[in-house]
């Protein structure tokens, strides 16, 4: 779900340095030249993260400096374009993708598209009304790396009408006490909304928030209050920020007090809610209150009993749908109204499976063994199903494999490096038409394999005897290369095989 942010420098960032340590990961400044700062924040270039795409800046004013330069995506013939970041294996992540238009395309409108996270489809960019009302729009995900890559890629889709942008990507890790009861080999979670309740003044952020999650100010008609003590929120579930306590909202004595929040329309779909409460009262044995909590009329928690040190209440797994509305319900004899200070709601998004580690690895190397690759041969292979990598066909299922590899008269050179042995399940390899050059390497491993398509390229040596033990191979094609020797016995004698080996190469008699 899209959330918004101001774009001024006096509206979100303070412009004092502070002690804190940056978050762990990279600030990626897309697009940009030279590194940018934003108060103690450092951004660093995108170069080394993606090869695809151009950079551009923009001419609105007064923008924070990591949104006056984007990095877009012209080539429509990519099935994504992905920036690929080193992570620790296992390790959890925070990944928040900004979006300014800027009219940096001379339109008037900014384009929509997909983003991806790893193999799963995030969500939809879309960001016509933020731009519209003059404000950046910003995405966070949630998600553990399954390997020591994370891809974070965008995609066209038949809505898209124009180039795909991003302005600023950020990868940030967790520690493990942060949101550590989804089970994120199962799910992501994707930030719905966050926010500081009776607080109207800025976004809290980084350096408050060490993750630099933001949240945002959030008023309703009822009374605010302030706290009158501070929270250590170093033992808190999820990490929240100190003063995020630092108001609440309010109702009187014996009253339920009632919350339109988020204030936007939820789908219809499971999500996880943290709330956040603190007595606003100075310490004593007396500053405490007791309440229900309930979310559309079903009960969330009960008899909470909140003192000034503060209390958080979650649920993991909690069906919304449409417009939320938050009650508290005091108990009998309490006698202050209750009150709340900060929320957050995350969707629950099942992961779409992932692509056979194995089948990953090699096609990583055989991309870095040929010159020019598909532009789009970053991220996952084969997820989702419809962002396949140009030339790559692959199963269904939670586990994917590379089933077709169709890269004929794709411009292509550089070699065939022996890892294409472990596709096991490959079952066409087609590859005519190019520049190849190199031995043809042993496939003794592909027992799927039924067609090998290598014709009019410039492959030299001898065929490798493992060709003749395949046993659903039926069509092989060779002719005009630089191939010498004798063509294996296993091969010729093979029933119902259509094999073509000239013109084009210097065999010898092999019988």
């Not at 330069?69 to 994504?80: H, M």
Request: net charge negative; hydrophobic share 35%.
């Amino acid at each position: 779900m899209c959330l918004s942010i101001f774009l001024l420098w006096l509206v979100s960032i303070p412009l004092f340095a502070h002690s804190s340590p940056a978050p762990r990961g990279f600030l990626i400044d897309c697009g940009a030249s030279e590194e940018s700062s934003s108060g103690s924040l450092k951004y660093i270039l995108d170069d080394g993260f993606i090869s695809v795409g151009n950079k551009t800046a923009i001419k609105t004013p007064n923008v924070l400096p990591e949104l006056t330069t984007l990095r877009y995506f012209p080539d429509k013939s990519a099935r994504k374009y992905c920036y690929v970041i080193p992570v620790i294996k296992g390790g959890k992540y925070l990944v928040k993708t900004t979006y300014f238009y800027g009219g940096f395309d001379g339109g008037k409108e900014p384009p929509v598209f997909d983003q991806i996270v790893d193999g799963t489809k995030w969500s939809p960019v879309n960001t016509t009304e933020d731009y519209a009302n003059g404000l950046s729009s910003y995405y966070e995900i949630y998600v553990a790396a399954l390997g020591k890559t994370l891809s974070i890629c965008l995609a066209r889709t038949e809505h898209t009408v124009s180039d795909p942008f991003i302005s600023v990507l950020e990868v940030e890790y967790l520690d493990d006490s942060v949101y550590n009861t989804n089970d994120f080999k199962k799910h992501a979670l994707s930030t719905v909304a966050r926010s500081s309740f009776g607080d109207s003044e800025d976004i809290i952020r980084y350096p408050d928030d060490e993750f630099n999650r933001f949240w945002q100010p959030f008023m309703s008609e009822n009374p605010v209050v302030k706290s009158q003590s501070k929270v250590d929120t170093s033992d808190f579930w999820n990490l929240p920020p100190a003063n995020a306590f630092a108001t609440a909202i309010t109702t009187s004595r014996g009253k339920t007090l009632k919350v339109q929040w988020p204030p936007v329309s939820l789908p219809s779909s499971i999500y996880y809610i943290s709330l956040y409460f603190q007595d606003n009262r100075s310490p004593s044995p007396y500053s405490w209150r007791v309440f229900d909590v309930s979310i559309n009329g079903k009960k969330f928690y009960s008899e909470l009993n909140v003192t000034t040190s503060g209390v958080t209440v979650y649920a993991t797994q909690w069906p919304l749908s449409g417009q939320t509305e938050i009650s508290l319900t005091p108990g009998d004899g309490i006698p202050v109204g209750p009150l709340i200070n900060a929320g957050e709601v995350l969707q629950i998004l099942p992961l779409a499976g992932r692509t056979l580690t194995r089948d990953v690895m090699a096609m990583e190397e055989l991309a870095r063994s040929l010159n020019n690759p598909p532009s789009d041969w970053n991220g996952d292979p084969c997820l989702p199903q419809q962002h396949s990598w140009t030339g790559v066909t692959c199963s269904r299922g939670k586990l994917a494999r590379v089933i077709t590899l169709n890269l004929t008269n794709a411009g292509l050179s550089g070699s065939l490096p022996p890892s294409i042995s472990n596709l096991t399940a490959l079952k066409n390899l087609w590859l005519g038409g190019n520049e190849l050059s190199g031995t043809i390497p042993k496939m003794a491993s592909l027992k799927a394999l039924q067609t090998l398509h290598l014709e009019n390229n410039k492959f030299e040596g001898s065929l490798p005897e493992s060709l003749g033990q395949l046993p659903n191979l039926r069509e092989i094609l060779l002719q005009n290369n630089k191939l010498n020797g004798s063509i294996p016995d296993a091969l010729q004698d093979k029933n119902g095989i259509n094999l073509q080996v000239s013109p084009g190469n210097d065999w010898s008699e092999s019988r």
